[in-house]
């Protein structure tokens, strides 16, 4: 069993940054690939970013690429979303998930956790 608790979100300006973290809980967090993801209100969840067990290797959505960054700890258990250039597109409900898999990160049927969400909330 794998708890991971998101912090982080709030309200930015369009332009700004935020720094999203994902806390996991246990041993065995190098044996999970990690990701984001969100959700916009009256919208589907949808794919962000994820990253390998060993942060070699890093994915992300058209959408986010060249504005955000996906980045592990294995020593302290985390994962963490750099957002810069916020847009007000990019408000939405973030959640980190967890998954055994280390293939098709992209797709929310991957991850076998999922955190309680945090809201990210973008003003024009």
């Known amino acids: 069993q794998v708890q991971l608790v998101e912090s982080g979100g709030g309200l930015v300006q369009a332009g700004g940054s935020l720094r999203l973290s994902c806390a996991a809980s246990?041993?065995?967090?190098?044996?999970?690939?990690m990701g984001w993801f969100r959700q916009p209100p009256g919208k589907e969840r949808e794919f962000v970013a994820a990253t390998g067990r060993s942060a070699g290797k890093t994915y992300y959505a058209d959408s986010v690429k060249g504005r955000f960054t996906i980045s592990r700890d294995n020593a302290k258990n985390t994962v963490y979303l750099q957002m810069n250039s916020l847009k007000p597109e990019d408000a939405a409900v973030y959640y980190c998930a967890a998954s055994r898999l280390i293939a098709s990160l992209m797709a929310p049927g991957a991850y076998d956790y999922w955190g309680q969400g945090t809201q990210v909330t973008v003003s024009s």
């Open positions: 246990g041993r065995t967090f190098t044996s999970y690939a």
